[in-house]
């Protein structure tokens, strides 16, 4: 009686397993295809939700780690000078002018941040990315490069020598922000690059359209309008 009592027990649980299964199947399916289509979603329907902008960002943290899209970079030969006038005799005797000059390569890099405010707008299959100011890091100055030169005098030439390494600094932060036209027409692809790879990966129609990426002070074709008062 026991064993028969096991058997008819083990024979109910396999049939209401049976049972449950096709319903199982059909929930786990469900939930399935709802997660295929929030990563299908087309690239209008995100528009009319607003999530455009938040799967950007999120696009861009998850690619490199942080918010931050660094889109040029600017190596260059810098050469500096800087001239000074010396006197002696309590100021009364003039000296010859100094002039020294020293030669480095720096790099500059330039970056947005995917947190500020970004601009996107969609109008016939052309999307069109209003960026956020461009930021810049500090300039990388190669210091096992560096080298001076005396160009004029001979009277303290070691102190201007010396004024002049500690305004290198000061003097290509300035020449970093000289090389911004540069950065925008050789960075402009690269952003273009990174909005194209977002859209292909995040939406099931992103390859379907075309982007143009427009920095702050550059205006946007006819029609295409957005507010930058706060850029």
């Known amino acids: 009686m026991i064993i028969a009592l096991v058997v008819a027990v083990n024979s109910?649980?396999?049939?209401?397993?049976c049972l449950n299964a096709?319903?199982?199947?059909?929930?786990?399916?469900?939930?399935?295809?709802?997660?295929?289509?929030?990563?299908?979603?087309?690239?209008?329907?995100?528009?009319k939700q607003g999530?455009?902008?938040?799967?950007?960002?999120?696009?861009?943290?998850?690619?490199?780690?942080?918010?931050?899209l660094q889109f040029a970079t600017i190596s260059q030969m810098e050469r500096f000078e800087r001239s000074e006038q010396k006197s002696t005799g309590f100021?009364?005797?003039?000296?010859?002018?100094?002039?020294?000059?020293?030669?480095?390569?720096?790099?500059?890099?330039?970056?947005?941040?995917?947190?500020?405010?970004?601009?996107?707008?969609?109008?016939?299959?052309?999307?069109?990315?209003?960026?956020?100011?461009?930021?810049?890091?500090?300039?990388?100055?190669?210091?096992?490069?560096?080298?001076?030169?005396?160009?004029?005098?001979?009277?303290?030439?070691s102190e201007a020598q010396e004024n002049l390494k500690r305004s290198i600094m000061s003097l290509t932060t300035l020449r970093a922000k000289d090389n911004l036209t540069l950065a925008r027409q050789t960075g402009r692809e690269e952003v273009a690059k990174f909005v194209e790879t977002w859209m292909a990966r995040s939406f099931a129609d992103g390859k379907n359209y075309h982007v143009k990426v427009y920095f702050p002070g550059e205006k946007g074709p006819d029609g295409v309008m957005v507010d930058r008062s706060k850029n």
């Open 91 to 157: 100021g009364y005797v003039p000296l010859p002018d100094v002039v020294v000059t020293a030669e480095a390569p720096v790099t500059y890099t330039y970056y947005l941040d995917l947190n500020d405010k970004w601009e996107l707008v969609l109008k016939d299959s052309v999307i069109y990315v209003f960026t956020p100011p461009v930021k810049i890091n500090k300039p990388s100055v190669d210091v096992s490069a560096l080298s001076y030169e005396v160009k004029k005098g001979y009277f303290k030439t």
């Open 22 to 47: 096709p319903a199982n199947l059909a929930e786990k399916t469900g939930k399935a295809i709802g997660q295929a289509g929030n990563a299908l979603a087309t690239v209008a329907a995100a528009f």
């Open 12 to 17: 109910l649980l396999v049939l209401k397993t």
């Open 51 to 68: 999530t455009i902008k938040t799967s950007m960002t999120s696009f861009g943290t998850t690619v490199s780690n942080h918010t931050y």
